[in-house]
Every structure is written in structure tokens, then in C-alpha cells.
């Protein structure tokens, strides 16, 4: 091999181990300690919904900048719930940011958020007979919303229910003008 042939071969090879990795945004599932929210209709006493607290870190593994859409909760199946708020951590407030706007992230850059889910919970004897202490509590505070503790503390009292609600559940993140989006199963 002459040297012009060696050396294009070299910068090939260099150039392609240079290439990045599909996923150059990683996501990664972290503990939180914020509370789950119960929500209850009144005129029927029955727990109709239950956001559970979930904190994601984006790291952006890469020199470049990096933008994405969204950052979704994705129920299975579907019509499990409702969207997901999004927030960011300041000063220990939780601030509502919109799911529709870029995001970015610089290079080598991590980022915290929360999201919310919004499960709709099914009406049946045995689901609501699970929540009958918290209905008791929110009828005697005259109110339709009560925290009740962390993740940690639900699944000790009720881990059954927990996996039920979000066996297939998974965490997506719609990367700007990619194919390449992410998506990671939700870990209780």
C-alpha cells in the first residue's frame, strides 16, 4: 500500500471512531422524595386519580449542544392517564416548565427534572377498599386532595398496587430532529 492509501484509510478509520454514539443524551431514573397526590371525587368518595413523583437526569455525553422537545411519562396502556406536568428544582420549589418548548443541553451538561404522572385509578371495590384511610382523612379535612407520603413509603404499603399501575410504564425523551429518541423503563 502507497502512503496516500494509508493515510486515507487512517483518517477513515479515525474520523469514524469519532463518530458518536446513537444515544449521546442519557437518561437515568433517580430517587425522589417529593409526594404522591391523591385525588378524590366528592360525590362519589372514590380515589379517581394519583400522581406519583419521578426525578430524571438528562446527561448530555457529548462536545456538542444538545435540544429536545420533551420529556414524557408514557402509559401502557394509554388510557391508564392523563399527560405529565414537568417541572425543574429551585430552591427547593418545584417550578412548572412547558412540555412543548426546546430544551437544551450544553455539553458535558446534566440536568434534574420531576414529572408528575397522572394515573387514572380504576373504581373497583378492591382498588378503592386500598385507599379507604386516605378517603376517610381527605372527608374529615373536607377536601379532595391529600399528599401521602413518598414513593418509598406507598410501595412498602402497597407495592402490588404500585407495579399494577406501572408494569409497562417507561420514561421518553423526544430528542430535536432525531430518530434517535430515548425511552427507559420506569424502576420503582
Not at 78 to 107: D, F, M
Request: aromatic fraction near 12%.
Amino acid at each position: 500500500m502507497n502512503k496516500i492509501s494509508l493515510f486515507t484509510l487512517f483518517t477513515i478509520l479515525c474520523l469514524s471512531g469519532c463518530n458518536s454514539n446513537k444515544h449521546t443524551i442519557e437518561l437515568t431514573q433517580l430517587t425522589t422524595t417529593y409526594p404522591i397526590i391523591l385525588y378524590m371525587n366528592k360525590e362519589y368518595n372514590e380515589v379517581v386519580r394519583i400522581k406519583f413523583p419521578l426525578k430524571v437526569q438528562l446527561t448530555n455525553n457529548s462536545y456538542s449542544s444538545k435540544t429536545f422537545a420533551s420529556i414524557q411519562y408514557k402509559y401502557l396502556p394509554y388510557e391508564k392517564g392523563i399527560g405529565n406536568p414537568l417541572y425543574i428544582e429551585k430552591n427547593n420549589t418545584l417550578i412548572r416548565i412547558k412540555q412543548a418548548t426546546k430544551k437544551y443541553l450544553a455539553p458535558l451538561e446534566k440536568k434534574e427534572y420531576i414529572i408528575y404522572t397522572r394515573h387514572r385509578m380504576d373504581t373497583s371495590k378492591y382498588i378503592q377498599q386500598q385507599f379507604k384511610p386516605y378517603i376517610d382523612m381527605m372527608m374529615a379535612k373536607k377536601t379532595d386532595t391529600l399528599t401521602i407520603g413518598t414513593i418509598n413509603q406507598f410501595k412498602q404499603k402497597h407495592r402490588k398496587l404500585l407495579l399494577s399501575l406501572t408494569k409497562q410504564d417507561r420514561i421518553y425523551i423526544n430528542i430535536w430532529k432525531s430518530k434517535n429518541d430515548i425511552s427507559i423503563p420506569v424502576k420503582w
